[in-house]
């Protein structure tokens, strides 16, 4: 029987050929040859050239030249709803009748030896998985990022037939299969124990993901969200190079979907980025259902990582000597970034209050990021959730009528729901709003007490002087308190105050220094080290 080494080793003549600038349609200098663990890419000029190795694993089959065939066209059919101007066309690779070679002869001649799906060339370094390791992603990316999968999840097709637990079932078992030797060999446990761990909260899960998949939250989906496969395009994030080879590995909830991406920027070392992210995209898919499902976010991270560690497996069996130990390494990095995922988390709901410009956001966002694992806590912001009740994006201004007392109750009444439903999932919530009322801090404390979980209340302080300078030079925020906001703010009868008072006018790293150790005299501490049961 051939293995993949012999059908890798026959693909090597083809490789080769391409790899000769003389062989291109157009002039080039030179050609550029990438390889990931399924594909051969050609870059040369302003054309890329793809073309999928001819292996067979668990999880695809590109074994035949007659399915490769296919799945090169089904990756321009799957592409074109997310760059189609990226993806061109298909070439081929035919032998002519002297045994020379040639790219894309007149059709019908020459016996065709390789399919190649034909792309639009553009910079590496457009790539996200480079671009932040050169430019560390800021929340206005971050923003982008939500916005693009939110994009992508509305337009993709619902399945409610699909069986969502069952797909995702299945490929922890091709995980557990692949990983296998790695968790029974010496220092291992902790991979087994973690691979267990994640098999019971997907069981859990059973009831919560049948129903979203009833609720039309299971989709055909791009199934691949990772930096490595969204390129910046004038400033944009696009995604492209969508799951094309098996159907029900695309055809997921949403939430697993853009899991991939919260996982790829928290094992880059951007949680606070994948909190952004994460909660941008839960603020504009505007479907309180998410929130409730917000426990599913790190287990499904969990899962993201340990599929790449067993694509790295996967890579170093067609690998020797050091770049086999350098994907042998990426693997067991990948499982560490799964067991951290899995952590426990202390489910509590914690509100920042405070006078516009005290940086309520700015220290809610970085015990978001801080004190739950996978995708951190789920972040609720009153000046973003008013933008999503009125229909706007986050940094557009909107008029005095969305500021009356009635939107703002409709504001506040839109927190107390989200928090509510993402503490039943269960899962820890941080809500940052002014609060300056008392029946809006008993509200947000009668939404702890109807979940049973630890209620902390924050309340920022800073001198008047500071707090005008900040709103005066604040840009490009949800926020649209000025300074006449501020004047009134200032002139509040706030009532009677039992929050955690903190002094807000120092540094942010000060401010979250001083809520860390009240949080920490409350009883909220970090995630535990280790794999939740």
Known sequence: MRTNADRLAQQGEVVRFLCDPAHWPAPVERVEHLQTHVSHLFLGGDLALKMKKAVRLPYLDFSTLEQRERFCRRELAVNARFSPEIYLGLSRVARMRDGAMALDP????????????????????????????????????????????????????????????????????????????????????????????????????????????????VRRCHGDMHLGNIVLLDGEPRLFDAIEFDEALATIDVLYDIAFLLMDLAHRGFRDAANRVFNGWLARCDDVRNHAAAALAAPMMALRAFIRAMVAVDLAQQQAGGERAASMAQAAEYARTAEDCLHPAKVALIAVGGLSGTGKTTLASRLAATLAPGSGMVHLRSDVERKMMEGVEETDRLPPSAYT????????????????????????????????????????????????????????????????????????????????????????????MHWRSISAQNAPEEVLARALAVLEEAGFHAAEQGPAP
């Open 106 to 217: 007149p059709e019908a001649t020459g016996e065709t030896v390789e399919w190649l799906v034909r792309m639009w060339r553009f910079s590496q370094d457009a790539i996200l998985a480079r671009h932040v390791e050169k430019r560390p992603p800021d929340a206005a990316l971050a923003r982008a990022l939500a916005a693009m999968a939110c994009a992508a999840h509305r337009r993709a097709e619902t399945r409610p037939d699909a069986d969502s637990f069952a797909t995702l079932t299945h490929v922890w078992r091709q995980v557990r299969d692949a990983l296998t030797p790695q968790a029974a060999a010496p220092g291992g446990s902790v991979m087994a124990e973690a691979l267990d761990a994640l098999r019971k909260r997907l069981e859990a899960a059973r009831p919560v993901l049948g129903a979203r998949a009833r609720q039309g939250f």
């Open 405 to 496: 007392p009635e939107a703002s109750r409709r504001t506040y009444d839109r927190l107390y729901e989200r928090a509510a439903a993402a503490l039943s999932s269960p899962w820890p919530v941080v809500v940052d709003a002014v609060f300056a009322k008392e029946e809006e801090r008993a509200a947000i404390e009668r939404v702890s007490r109807e979940a049973g979980v630890p209620f902390i209340g924050l309340w920022l302080e800073a001198p008047a002087a500071v707090l005008r300078a900040r709103v005066s030079a604040r840009t490009g925020d949800a926020s649209d308190a000025d300074v006449a906001v501020l004047e009134k703010q200032l002139g509040y009868d706030l009532g009677a």
